[in-house]
T-cell receptor
């Protein structure tokens, strides 16, 4: 089945540090990837849609200068949390949508998530 | 905007059947997904409905009624490992592409 690899799985760092999270589709091409944020016992909140070769589309309320997204290839998107602060601590999950799902509905496949803790 | 409602928690017995409901109000509806998420892990895809009716997949079935804005996930022959959060997600066509909006999830606890 389709596999999405997300790295790192956990990051603990000091306030003010910038953190880069990678999301790779291992066995399929993904023109579109998504970045979500999830607080404990809450649902996934879409932060932005990452489009290969073009600028990301950010959801309302998400600072694009704070959360930098780069989607340089059909298999890799990165999210950089710049100058992270304790309030940025959260579970970040990426997903990749198959470009040509045989099922016809282009399922999204999720990475294992990155737990970010800012001290 | 989108509004998706699910019960927060449910408890069921091993071997039993449980139905998790999801109601939604949305524009640009383009399909409904169910995902399973264990604590601290990523969601895994369970089912997809875009037309009215029942989709069966082993122990899991999902139903959709677009006119009522309603779906349910049915889990049969419950096992302890089915204890997890079940997320209802609606796909909407924004005009610039599709995106998923997730409900808050239903935490299912399977007991002996």
């Amino acid at each position: 089945g389709a596999v999405v690899s997300q790295h790192p799985s956990r990051v603990i760092c000091k306030s003010g540090t910038s953190v880069k999270i990678e999301c790779r589709s291992l066995d399929f091409q993904a023109t579109t990837m998504f970045w979500y944020r999830q607080f404990p016992k809450q649902s996934l909140m879409l932060m932005a849609t990452s489009n290969e070769g073009s600028k990301a589309t950010y959801e309302q309320g998400v600072e694009k200068d704070k959360f930098l997204i780069n989607h340089a290839s059909l298999t890799l998107s990165t999210l950089t949390v710049t100058s992270a602060h304790p309030e940025d601590s959260s579970f970040y999950i990426c997903s990749a949508r198959e470009d040509a799902g045989g099922q016809g509905y282009q399922p999204q496949h999720f990475g294992d998530g990155t737990r970010l803790s800012i001290l | 905007g989108q509004n998706i409602d699910q019960p927060t928690e449910m408890t069921a017995t091993e071997g039993a059947i449980v139905q998790i409901n999801c109601t939604y109000q949305t524009s640009g509806f383009n399909g409904l997904f169910w995902y399973q998420q264990h604590a601290g892990e990523a969601p895994t895809f369970l089912s997809y409905n875009v037309l009215d009716g029942l989709e069966e997949k082993g122990r899991f079935s999902s139903f959709l009624s677009r006119s009522k804005g309603y779906s349910y996930l049915l889990l049969k022959e419950l096992q302890m490992k089915d204890s997890a959060s079940y997320l209802c997600a609606v796909r909407v066509d924004t005009g610039g592409g599709n995106k998923l909006t997730f409900g808050t999830g239903t935490q299912l606890k399977v007991e002996l």
